[in-house]
Structure formats: structure tokens, C-alpha cells
């Protein structure tokens, strides 16, 4: 399968880590230092979430291409 | 798949992960430097998969043990999820664990050899007079 189109999901993540640091800085500013501890981990559990599952077929294509079952 | 797109994609994503390492979230930089890895291999995967049907096909006419080549292949494999993930293991700047997983991957490269090591130490004591 052609995977260059999953290049898109490194942008997604991009995306979603500058998000993040743009919500953690804003709300340490504004004093509420808990919840943007909060939101930097909301943050890493969607983007595990979205990672792991191709960590999960590099290591099947590999199984696969060299028979390491 | 050429190699330009490859190293287009390889650039902008260090350029990404860079970026992210300075504005506080080195673990997403950690992560985009994993996918990436993922992603260049998953796009050459066809060419890996044609070049070892190659091979198999000529193990095939050499009427060579199926044995050996599989050997081979595992340990292959073996070699490059172990490269990946001490690879990674180093950036994340844990260089203990790196070494431990190379530790570990040696050691079943090792096992897996034994059998052919077997095999060619007794072929030698057969030839001996």
C-alpha cells in the first residue's frame, strides 16, 4: 500500500502538539498551573493513542516480511 | 517511491520535532521522529518484500537448505526492530536502555545461529579422515 499518504498523520500530531503548548503557556500565564499540567497530558494520550497503532503494523510488516513469527 | 519524497518528508519532520522540542513537549518530538521511522519503512516495505522473493527464488534453484535462508531473514529482522527501537531508546537520550535491547537482540541472533553452527561443525568432523 502506498503509506506516503500516512504522512499526514505526522502533521495531524504537529498540529495537535502546537495546540497544546499554545493552551499549556496560556493557562500557566493565567495562573491555573493544574490544569494546564492537565491538558499536557490530555494532549499525549491522543496523540498515543494515534501512534501506537502504527508502531503496532511497522512491527506486523516486519513480522511479515521476515517470517519471525 | 523515490527518494525525494523520503527525504522531503524526513526534513519537514525533524524541522516539527525540533520545533516542538523547544516549545515544551519533547515527548511529542519523540513521537514524530518514531512515526517517521515507521513511515519510510512501511513505503520501501514492496522493494524489501521483491528483492527477497529474488533471493528466495535463487536459494530455490541452488537447491539451498530452506533452513539457512529463513535463519537469515530472522535474523535480519531481528537486527532492524532492534536497530529501531535502541535507535529511539538513544534519542529519547536513554542510552542504558538502548544498550540493553542491542544486549537483548544479540543474544537471540546468537540462538539463532546455533543450529547452523552445529550443522557446519559437523559437516567439517564428517570430511575428517
Known amino acids: 500500500m502506498f503509506s506516503l499518504a500516512e504522512?499526514?498523520?505526522i502533521f495531524r500530531i504537529a498540529s495537535i502538539a502546537i495546540i497544546i503548548s499554545v493552551f499549556y503557556t496560556f493557562l500557566?500565564?493565567?495562573g491555573r498551573d493544574e490544569y494546564a499540567y492537565m491538558i499536557l497530558l490530555?494532549?499525549?494520550?491522543?496523540?498515543l493513542t494515534m501512534v501506537i497503532?502504527?508502531?503496532m503494523e511497522l512491527f506486523q510488516a516486519v513480522e511479515r516480511v521476515f517470517s519471525l513469527y | 517511491?523515490?527518494?525525494m519524497q523520503i527525504v522531503g518528508l524526513a526534513l519537514i519532520a525533524s524541522i516539527i520535532a525540533i520545533f516542538l522540542r523547544q516549545t515544551n513537549s519533547p515527548v511529542n518530538a519523540m513521537l514524530i521522529s518514531v512515526l517517521v521511522g515507521i513511515i519510510i519503512f512501511i513505503s520501501i516495505l514492496k522493494d524489501i518484500a521483491y528483492v527477497l522473493a529474488a533471493l528466495d527464488q535463487l536459494a530455490h534453484k541452488a537447491q539451498v537448505n530452506q533452513l539457512y535462508l529463513g535463519t537469515i531473514l530472522k535474523i535480519i529482522g531481528i537486527a532492524y526492530v532492534?536497530?529501531?527501537g535502541a535507535q529511539v531508546c538513544r534519542d529519547a537520550g536513554e542510552s542504558a536502555i538502548a544498550s540493553r535491547v542491542e544486549f537483548a537482540a544479540k543474544i537471540m541472533v546468537l540462538v539463532l545461529a546455533i543450529p547452523i553452527l552445529?550443522?557446519?561443525l559437523e559437516t567439517i568432523i564428517r570430511?575428517?579422515?
Open chain 2, 127 to 129: 570430511l575428517l579422515p
Open chain 2, 118 to 120: 552445529v550443522a557446519v
Open chain 2, 82 to 84: 532492534a536497530e529501531f
Open chain 2, 1 to 3: 517511491m523515490n527518494i
Open chain 1, 42 to 47: 490530555a494532549g499525549l494520550a491522543v496523540v
Open chain 1, 53 to 55: 497503532p502504527q508502531i
Open chain 1, 28 to 30: 500557566k500565564q493565567a
Open chain 1, 7 to 9: 504522512a499526514g498523520i
